[in-house]
Nanobody, 115 residues
Framework: QVQLVESGGGLVQPGGSLRLDCAASRSIFNIYTMGWYRQAPGKERELVAT???????NYADSVKGRFTISRDNAKNTVYLQMNSLKLEDTAVYYCNAVLFGSQLWGQGTQVTVSS
């Protein structure tokens, strides 16, 4: 089965940066949209950013101007560059891919922002 493999999470100080990467475990076709979601303890999973095949992006208001989503369609890979990180960005971040008739989710990677 195809899986999404994430990397790049970790511990960072406020104001710092991290880049999250997510790639399919093998070659697949027809990934229409890729994105990132996050879930803090005791909270519902929320959308962070998405990017369509043609490059159109959407961001949560809380991350606009700080986070940048990008993708490499040939590699079925999505990236999330996170700058100016805040304490409230602490969460488990999940990669997502929308395919024809289905969705894929990554295993989640912990991002902790702490001084």
């Amino acid at each position: 089965q195809v899986q999404l493999v994430e990397s790049g999470g970790g511990l960072v100080q406020p104001g710092g940066s991290l880049r999250l990467d997510c790639a399919a475990s093998r070659s697949i076709f027809n990934i229409y949209t890729m994105g990132w979601y996050r879930q803090a303890p005791g909270k519902e999973r929320e959308l962070v950013a998405t990017i369509a095949t043609g490059g159109s992006t959407n961001y949560a208001d809380s991350v606009k101007g700080r986070f940048t989503i990008s993708r490499d369609n040939a590699k079925n890979t999505v990236y999330l560059q996170m700058n100016s990180l805040k304490l409230e960005d602490t969460a488990v971040y999940y990669c997502n891919a929308v395919l024809f008739g289905s969705q894929l989710w990554g295993q989640g990677t912990q991002v902790t922002v702490s001084s």
